[in-house]
């Protein structure tokens, strides 16, 4: 947030204002269900066998840049792949059985605070 944290996850900083309650509570609870998109991960397999994973940042008809695990930015030309698939299943756990509700709560109010940089 705010230019600090890992770059392999959506930037929150301005997440209050984005996103209604309603879509970032069900983002705690089913985070699959709720995940946008571009934010899913890409799993692409080179053709000497190397596996790359990563959040998406482009993608053109034949390339695709990424930020891998190591939070490297990775090129790779679609005509190098042996495979390349969107990653259907979000990263983030679900916290429906891990907070009560006053937690749920509690990080609803904190995410809706998150409106980005004052002007």
Sequence with gaps: MNGKGSRKAPNLSDVGSLRPAGVLQ?????????????NRSIRAVLKDGKVVTGRRLNE?????????EQERLVALAKADLR?????????????????????MADILAYLL????PKS
């Design 113 to 116: 605070s998150l409106k980005g």
């Design 60 to 68: 053109d008809t034949y390339n695709v840049v990424l930020i891998d």
């Design 83 to 103: 495979q390349f698939e969107v990653v259907k299943t979000s990263p983030m756990p679900s916290y429906k059985d891990k907070l009560t509700s006053a937690e």
């Design 26 to 38: 069900q983002s705690l609870v089913d985070p699959t269900g709720a995940m946008l998109p571009l």
